[in-house]
């Protein structure tokens, strides 16, 4: 399905066209199915995956920003992981295992001394070199302990600022969106990027890290960057 007939169709269906939606459904179920095979060895059956991902991918068409020149299935994607991922850690009585916690530990432990002795944050590789495992064992490790960021979070960690990313979203005040949609657009597309998968599709730094095939620190210091611009054109 070409770009702006997509576009066309999400507009549609924001609107309560009900056959737009279920023409949009239908053109994005092969990657709703692929994204649910990823998840294949989680206890679910394909088919539930599937459904559930379907409802991520609902959730995307509603809240997609025509505004911005993204790619639907790039907004999408995370969207319906992130429905998934979700309904997992509520159906699971699994904890995370202790040899997980135990290699995240080593690992946030490596980037300190790798960080001190190369002069730099280490890339995942080095540490994976470091510790003489697999670069997608310390992904995974960092991943189950590393907390998932919420639109709840402040938006500075400075104390009695108590204001919310959300607060921009949810605000019914016309001037506030103009204002934050103008912030946004002054944004390079890689920042806005950032931005979508962080507080939109409420990803960690190490899956928007892996998304855009750059590390994490640089996603961190890229985050903060962006925020501190936020702040100053809000």
Same mark, same amino acid.
């Given at each position: 399905m070409e770009m702006d007939q997509t576009r066309h169709l999400i507009s549609q269906s924001q609107q309560g066209d009900l056959t737009a939606r279920n023409e949009l459904v239908e053109a994005n179920l092969a990657l709703v199915r692929s994204v649910a095979r990823r998840f294949l060895d989680r206890g679910l059956e394909y088919e539930d995956l599937v459904q559930i991902g379907a409802l991520g &991918? &609902?959730? *995307? #068409?509603?809240d997609f920003n025509l505004d911005f020149e993204v790619r639907f299935s790039t907004y999408a994607v995370p969207k319906i992981m992130g429905e998934i991922k979700q309904h997992l850690r509520r159906a699971s009585t699994l904890q995370v295992s202790r040899s997980m916690k135990r290699l995240a530990s080593e690992a946030i432990t490596a980037k300190d001394h790798l960080g001190q002795t190369l002069g730099r944050t280490p890339t995942i590789s080095e540490i994976a070199a470091? &510790?003489? !495992?697999?670069? %997608? %064992?310390? !992904?995974?490790?960092?991943?189950? !302990? *590393?907390?998932v960021y919420s639109l709840q979070a402040p938006l500075s960690g400075s104390e009695g600022d108590s204001t919310e990313f959300q607060d921009f979203l949810v605000s019914t005040a016309d001037q506030e969106h103009f204002l934050l949609k103008r912030a946004l657009e002054k944004l390079e597309p890689q920042e806005q990027q950032v931005i979508l998968l962080r507080y939109f599709a409420e990803r960690s730094? #190490? %899956?928007? *890290?892996? #998304?855009?095939? #750059?590390?994490q620190a640089q996603i961190s210091r890229m985050e903060a960057r962006i925020i501190r611009q936020l702040r100053h054109d809000l």
């Open positions: &991918l &609902l959730k *995307a #068409i509603q470091h &510790l003489a !495992v697999d670069r %997608e %064992e310390v !992904v995974t490790a960092l991943d189950a !302990v *590393a907390p730094q #190490i %899956e928007v *890290a892996q #998304i855009l095939g #750059i590390s």
